[in-house]
Every structure is written in structure tokens, then in C-alpha cells.
């Protein structure tokens, strides 16, 4: 799968429906034959993986040691709330209630692609949380992305 690109303001419906912004699902073109998982994030949003992706970290997590503590309540709290998501002949996807609570999402969402997944947000929590960026964002790329990378480092 190609990296996803983008970032969209979507609706949800009163029925927790949203449909797909046509430049997303271009992108997905196996959601309609295999499916999406949706996920609780680390913060307070949802993530959207295709099957595919979802399989990946199924498979790495089923190869931890199921007789680790931390890694049996990792497993439970990453895990707790995951649904399949389809789309319908209108290009919608039906949110599962207990999602949008967790998240704290009522109509106004906006999708955040993230390489292979896709992140869901309230979309006052999210402009919320991209108004604390931080002053100089290079520091920021300098600490995450300049540790062992360059040619001096080959």
C-alpha cells in the first residue's frame, strides 16, 4: 500500500454515519472488498486501518508473550473497542457508538492521514492539540528525525 495523504473536515450524521471523501477513497480501493478496523488512538481519537494494516498488528502482537502481564494488558487496551467498518452503496461508514464517546466526537471530525492509517478527530480537539506546536519545529525534527541519520552516519 501507497503512504495515505491528506487531511479532510467531514460530518458525522445522527446515526454515527460519515461518508468518505472521494480523494480518501481513492486511496482505500480495498476497503470495499476486505474492509477497515477502527481503533481507539493513544490519545483521545480513533484510528482507521485497512484489513491489511490491522493484520500486521495483529500478527506482531499475537507474537508476544502472552504470559507478560504488561504485555496481556497492552494487548486488552489496545484492542478494546477495535470494529470492522465497511462502506455501504453511498460510501458511508457507520461509527460504533461507544468509538465516538471514547473520542469525544459528536459531527465535526477531521481525518488526519498518518502513512498507513488514518486518525480521527473531534475537530476542536485537533486544531486544539495542533495550536500547541511547538515554537521552533526544527528543534522538534532535529530530536526525532537528526539522531543517526545523514551521510556522516552510513
Keep these: 500500500m501507497s503512504h495515505l495523504l491528506g487531511e479532510y473536515n467531514c460530518k458525522i450524521d445522527v446515526k454515527g454515519r460519515m461518508i468518505i471523501p472521494s ?72 461509527f460504533p457508538k461507544q468509538l465516538l464517546e471514547y473520542a469525544g466526537i459528536s459531527s465535526d471530525v477531521v481525518l488526519v492521514c498518518q502513512f498507513d492509517k488514518i486518525e ?3 475537530e476542536d480537539t485537533y486544531y486544539g492539540s495542533m495550536d500547541n506546536e511547538p515554537a521552533n519545529f526544527a528543534n ?10 545523514g551521510k556522516d552516519n552510513e
Excluded: C
Excluded at 472488498?33 to 477502527?38: K, T, Y
Excluded at 483521545?44 to 502482537?61: M, N, P, S
Excluded at 522538534?140 to 541519520?149: H, P, Q, R, S
Design 23 to 94: 480523494n480518501l477513497k481513492k486511496q482505500l480501493p480495498e476497503a470495499e472488498g476486505e474492509g477497515l478496523v477502527i481503533n481507539r488512538g493513544f490519545e483521545k481519537h480513533l484510528v482507521i486501518y485497512t484489513r491489511k494494516e490491522w493484520d500486521k498488528i495483529a500478527e506482531e502482537l499475537s507474537n508476544l508473550n502472552g504470559y507478560e502481564k504488561d504485555i496481556r494488558e497492552f494487548r486488552r487496551y489496545f484492542t478494546r473497542g477495535a470494529s470492522e467498518l465497511s462502506l455501504d452503496t453511498a460510501n458511508r461508514i457507520l
Design 140 to 149: 522538534l525534527a532535529e530530536k526525532v528525525m537528526g539522531k543517526g541519520k
Design 120 to 122: 480521527v478527530w473531534d
